[in-house]
């Protein structure tokens, strides 16, 4: 856990892949946001769970091992029920459209409409 922990952080990311994370993090607090990263959707669960804390959003991977970013969220809803979500994959998932209110982004995304839909979503 870094610096702040939960309770500080308005944008939990959840990726697999540790450079993604690592870009994310830099490029959203040289925005202005705390952030705090998982590599693993399990851990960022209990760990929000034990917390009570809900971040105002968060981003995670659709294609994870273990939960993907859709189970992920059906869970965290039981728990924070206004939370809101950004998913990101290389590949878009057929039962994306089944959650609505979720927004989609793809892989490789333009950090600038990823920036925009951040904003977006913590004004709706």
Do not use: W
């Amino acid at each position: 856990m870094e610096r702040g922990g939960l309770k500080s952080a308005e944008l939990i990311i959840i990726d697999d892949d540790q450079m993604i994370l690592k870009i994310l993090k830099r490029v959203l607090e040289e925005n202005g946001y705390s952030v705090l990263i998982f590599n693993n959707p399990e851990i960022a669960l209990t760990k929000l769970k034990e917390s009570g804390v809900c971040p105002k959003l968060i981003i995670i991977d659709y294609y994870m091992p273990n939960m993907t970013g859709l189970e992920f969220y059906q869970e965290i809803k039981k728990y924070f029920k206004d939370i809101k979500c950004i998913f990101m994959s290389g590949n878009i998932p057929s039962d994306i459209t089944i959650s609505n209110c979720i927004d989609f982004i793809s892989k490789p995304f333009n950090l600038y409409r990823l920036l925009s839909l951040i904003k977006e979503k913590l004004n709706r």
